[in-house]
Every structure is written in structure tokens, then in C-alpha cells.
């Protein structure tokens, strides 16, 4: 066996469903491996953490060239409702669970959880907005040297 | 491809350690296994969790990933971690003697 990674910090600092998830299985797989994972939701990442907003996260239809639509379609009203609702039909049929479960099952594998501060002051939101998964609201000095010794993937 | 001792019996070997033949697996293979993954003393919830990984494998060709382990075994997730602390999948399918499974989530 060669070199190993021993612990990851995944920032995700987007709030649609192809921004988030792969930051989220990325981590559950992390775990999985035995290897130590902390998430760091900065930005609109934090939607993906907050109670309520983390039951509509969409798909961006707009400015995705990746869904192979004519931009102006994906601006129509709908669009991206029907899209990500196609996409979590996909999804569910692969396993991967919705995000608020899959939130529970990170938690579970004893993944951290953390809220960027200056995201969490601009946006005007408290610890209670967050799931309990989240353990803290913490600065970026404090997320580097969480993260110090281990790998940093931004996604 | 490799071999190694395991209870005194040669066992064929991947470069991680997995059989490659789970048919050369027996249970008293088990501690001297589980004690090379670090764990030192096994609880009836192992056992539940190997037996698990055995009757899969032998039903569908293939170990289950941890999500589905905590949603079948009668383990909860939480507890496969600590159970397993170095991944609950990988580690119980290492010592159940099957092969590494597969999946993403």
C-alpha cells in the first residue's frame, strides 16, 4: 500500500442540488474509507445546512450547460421545479438519499459539520437555523487549522 | 495476488488484504482478523454485522456499502462507526472475508 489520506475538509459554497451533492458523497465516502471528514458550508452552501431551505434545493437550469437545454428554456417558470424533480426520481432509484436524510446519515458517520461565520453574519442567520448536525459556526482561521495536516477540497 | 496465515490455514489474498476466495474463510479466523483491522475485543453486534456481510455476499455476489448495512442489519450507522471506526463496510468485509464492496454512497 502507498500513501494513504487520513482526513478531509470539503468546503461546499453552493446552494443547488449539483452544487451540493457531490461535496456530500464525497464526504459519506470519506468515512466510509475510515478516514476523518469535515464539512465547511460557506456562502449559499449553507442552504444545504439550513431547516427549512434544505427541503428545496434545486438544480440550476440556468447557466448549466451540462443539462444540454437552451438557456432561455431553463429560465422558464417550472423548469427547474421539473428538472429536479426528474433528477431526485434518478437519484432515488441509485440509493442516494434526499438531502435532509443524507445529512442525518453524514452526521451518523461522525463526520463535522460547520457553518462559516461571515456567510452565517451576511446572510443574517443564527445557530438555530441549522440542523443539529451543525457543531458550530466558526472563522475561516478556525477551519484551516481544523483542517491543517489533511487534505482541502472546495467544491 | 497474495497468500498469508490466518488460525494456521494459507488464505489467498488481495494487495488490501481481502480473500479473493471467500470459500477459504472460516470463523476462527475471525479474531486474528479483526485484530489486524484494530479491533481487539468483539461484541455480539460484530457478529451480527459479519454474518450480515456473509449472507449478502453469498445472496447477491456482492458486500453492502454502510448505508445500506445501517438500513438492514439491525445496526444502526452510528454504531457501525463505532464498531468499525476505520469504515464499517470495508473493515467488516476485510474480516468477513469477502471482497472489498463497491459502491459510492
Known amino acids: 500500500m502507498g500513501e494513504s489520506i487520513e482526513k478531509v475538509s470539503i468546503v461546499i459554497s453552493k446552494g443547488s442540488l449539483d452544487g451540493i451533492y457531490p461535496g456530500l458523497i464525497m464526504a459519506n465516502g470519506a468515512r466510509a474509507e475510515g478516514i476523518e471528514a469535515n464539512l465547511f458550508f460557506t456562502f449559499f452552501g449553507l442552504d444545504a445546512i439550513h431547516r427549512k431551505r434544505m427541503e428545496h434545493i434545486k438544480i440550476s437550469t440556468v447557466g448549466n450547460p451540462g443539462l444540454h437545454l437552451p438557456t432561455m428554456v431553463g429560465g422558464l417558470p417550472g423548469v427547474s421545479a421539473a428538472l429536479t424533480h426528474y433528477m431526485e426520481n434518478q437519484m432515488d432509484k441509485v440509493d442516494i438519499p434526499m438531502i435532509p436524510e443524507f445529512m442525518e446519515l453524514i452526521g451518523d458517520t461522525g463526520a463535522g459539520m460547520y457553518a462559516c461565520l461571515a456567510s452565517v453574519d451576511m446572510f443574517g442567520l443564527e445557530k438555530s437555523d441549522f440542523i443539529d448536525q451543525v457543531q458550530d459556526i466558526i472563522t475561516v482561521g478556525e477551519f484551516y487549522d481544523m483542517a491543517a495536516g489533511g487534505e482541502i477540497i472546495f467544491t | ?105
Not at chain 2, 467488516?92 to 459510492?104: F, Q
Request: with cysteine.
Open chain 2, 1 to 105: 495476488m497474495a497468500t498469508k496465515t490466518v488460525a494456521g490455514v494459507e488464505v489467498d489474498v488481495n494487495d488490501e488484504g481481502f480473500f479473493t476466495d471467500p470459500e477459504q474463510w472460516t470463523e476462527e479466523m475471525v479474531p486474528e482478523l479483526a485484530a489486524e483491522d484494530g479491533i481487539d475485543e468483539l461484541v455480539d453486534e460484530h457478529w451480527t454485522v459479519l454474518r450480515f456481510m456473509r449472507d449478502e455476499y453469498a445472496e447477491k455476489g456482492t458486500g453492502p456499502t454502510v448505508r445500506v448495512l445501517g438500513k438492514t442489519s439491525g445496526v444502526s450507522v452510528k454504531e457501525l462507526y463505532q464498531l468499525f471506526p476505520k469504515g464499517p463496510a470495508k473493515i467488516a468485509a476485510r474480516v468477513a472475508g469477502i471482497p472489498k464492496p463497491r459502491g459510492c454512497i
